[in-house]
């Protein structure tokens, strides 16, 4: 019985993986096949029951005598009539009847059968090979039209319908890949978007600081000409970083398209930036930011960074670092010669990082505790991004006497760069 079952069940797959073509002259073929059979039973038996009757009424059909055998299964009595007879004169009314149903059944049977065995293959053809495939891909295509792209359409054959199921399964593993990257493309620039807000704040801050030092001080005469063209002169940089930022970011998708342009210029001249910023942002904050450089990196020593990069990051960390002081901000810049690294660490008296800040910090949009509706949780991974870009790295940790220390690190040496 497993002998048979299993040839059974090959025989099924067989049947199921033909072509539409074979399959459906396989179909016309049977019920041909079951036409001439049944055509020729029915004619058979008509015939049987024709002779019966005319044998009874053999003296008054035929001139010529007969036996008085019967005539089954001796045709010839039918070489003397019409395939169709016209009349059955001398019968009576019960079996000329019953000889006009029999004749028009046996003139008529192929024809019956034959329409009969078409109509059966055409079912049989829909129930077996397209009604199951056909349930698929509407299902299929009712879950893609309610955006549920979470399905696998499988039909088990290797016919049109199993390519075309096969193909329709493609398509919709196409649309999951559009849609993931519609997403990604969506949250890169939902990310864009937020890091350009982000990032003018800790500029404009500084700008305000600069004119409210100006406005302040110019009028008491406390400002010598020479100083307030210096201070404008750091707000018109200031400006055109901002200009230079926003064409920048009008032109890329993501951050991760954010360009580096390494520049040559010297670790004295990107401390003394530092402490301008520090000394606009003195100008309107209650927090103390102090500003140490250490002995290697107030030397006028060249290195090669993107300034604007350098200068973005370490406004990021400043930005977070007032957020959350309570009264004293320390910022330190060091550079090491021999690694060529350019460090700067900014540390607060605030809070602190918790055990889930610590693991999480560094992703985009995280807000500690879920709170805070105004801040993006972007500052810290955008900075990541451009310290990894300028190839150095960004860490977080908290300081034995409590508050948050954030170290960012650039790679500033020339021949990195030059070999990339």
């Keep these: 019985m497993d002998w048979i079952e299993e040839k059974a069940d090959k025989l099924k797959t067989w049947v199921r993986n033909l072509s539409f073509r074979k399959a459906m002259l396989a179909y016309i073929t049977a019920a041909a096949l079951a036409t001439a059979v049944l055509s020729f039973a029915t004619m058979t038996v008509c015939y049987r029951f024709e002779s019966i009757i005319w044998n009874e009424y053999a ?15 001796d045709w010839s009595i039918a070489a003397g009539w019409h395939v169709w007879a016209d009349s059955f ?10 000889m006009q149903l029999l004749d028009t059944l046996r003139v008529w049977c192929p024809l019956i059968y034959g329409f009969a065995g078409t109509v059966a293959a055409v079912f049989l053809f829909y129930r077996n090979r397209l009604r199951r495939p056909f349930a698929i891909l509407n299902d299929g295509a009712e879950a893609i039209r ?23 399964d493609g398509m919709r593993e196409v649309l999951v890949h559009n849609k993931e990257e519609l997403w ?118 060249k290195i090669y960074a993107d300034k604007n990069i350098v200068a973005e990051v370490f406004e990021n960390l400043l930005s977070n670092a007032i957020r959350y002081a309570l009264h004293k901000i320390n910022v330190s810049a060091e550079y ?47 900075c990541t991004l451009l310290c990894e870009k300028h190839g150095g790295t960004l860490s977080i940790a908290n300081s034995i006497s409590g508050g948050a220390v954030v170290t960012a690190s650039f790679n500033c040496l020339y021949n990195v760069y030059r070999e990339s």
């Design 59 to 73: 003296e008054l059909m035929q001139k010529e005598s007969l036996n008085d055998g019967p005539l089954w299964p």
């Design 336 to 382: 090491t010669g021999a690694d060529g690294e350019l460090l700067l660490t900014v540390s607060d008296d605030g809070p602190g990082f918790s055990e889930e800040d610590l693991k999480k910090a560094l992703l985009p949009y995280y807000r500690e505790h879920g709170k805070d509706e105004e801040h993006f949780g972007i500052g810290l991974h955008i």
């Design 89 to 98: 004169d001398g019968f009576r009314d019960h079996d000329r009847l019953i």
């Design 184 to 301: 990604q493309m969506i949250e890169s620039q939902k990310k864009l978007n937020a890091a350009f807000a982000h990032d003018l704040r800790t500029p404009l801050t500084v700008l305000k600081g600069y004119s409210g030092f100006l406005a302040r001080y110019i009028p008491e005469g406390k400002v010598s000409e020479q100083k307030m063209m210096d201070r404008l002169e750091l707000m018109t940089s200031h400006l055109d970083r901002l200009e230079q930022f926003s064409r920048t970011m009008k032109g890329i998708r993501s951050m991760e398209e954010r360009p580096v342009n390494i520049e040559e210029t010297s670790s004295a001249y990107i401390c003394a930036e530092i402490g301008e910023i520090i000394f606009a942002l003195n100008q309107i904050k209650d927090i103390e930011i102090s500003f140490e450089c250490e002995e290697g990196a107030q030397a006028v020593r």
């Design 146 to 168: 309610q955006n549920n792209l979470d399905i696998h359409i499988h039909y088990d054959s290797k016919d049109e319908m199993g390519q075309l199921c096969r193909s329709f």
